[in-house]
């Protein structure tokens, strides 16, 4: 019962969004501003015990782990904004005796679907991109190869494709 009215008062819960992903743990010195250490857990959880929060690494055997007295942390907050974002969230623990802060973030990179580069739209189904593949000829608009770089990497939508090529099949002789 003590370990949640301590969690509650702490909001611990702002470290939920970090478990299962590649995170960095670093320790601050408030004496010195300086950063004394930093680790890389591969799958970040953490626990709370009676006495102790325990952040660990599930993807290691040996468990990388890292035991902060519930008594020593002063305060928990989200340095980035209130609104949780995985992404660009740094969630700090403030430990009152020993003058440090030990800061959790995600080493992931948020995952950005491609746009049509003719309506804009994301393309959340890759099954329906589409690429230009070719070389234009001499005489093209599109004959450098700088420009040749750039249309074969172009992505558009289905419906796109569709409304420039129209109904594919069968034709009328």
């Known amino acids: 019962m ?8 702490k909001n611990f819960n702002l470290l939920d969004q970090f478990n299962d992903r590649k995170c ?36 290691d055997d040996d468990c990388i782990l890292t035991s902060i007295p519930l008594i020593k942390i002063d305060s928990v907050v989200n340095l980035n904004n209130d609104v949780l974002d995985v992404y660009s969230d740094v969630v700090s623990l403030k430990c ?7 800061s959790v973030c995600t080493l992931e990179r948020k995952f950005i679907y491609p746009r049509c580069y003719k309506c804009g739209k994301e393309i959340l189904d890759f099954d329906s991109i589409w690429y230009i593949h070719g070389n234009a000829n001499y005489g093209s608009h599109y004959d450098s190869p700088e420009d040749n770089l750039i249309i074969n990497s172009l992505s558009f939508c289905d419906d796109c494709v569709h409304s420039f090529i129209g109904e594919v099949g069968e034709q009328d002789e």
């Open 24 to 59: 960095e743990i670093s320790f601050h010195s408030l004496l010195d501003n300086s950063l004394s250490a930093t680790y890389v857990y591969d799958l970040f959880s953490y626990e709370l015990t009676d006495e102790y929060i325990c952040l660990k690494d599930q993807s």
């Open 96 to 102: 009152k005796c020993d003058d440090y802060i030990v």
């Open 2 to 9: 003590e370990v949640f009215i301590i969690m509650e008062k």
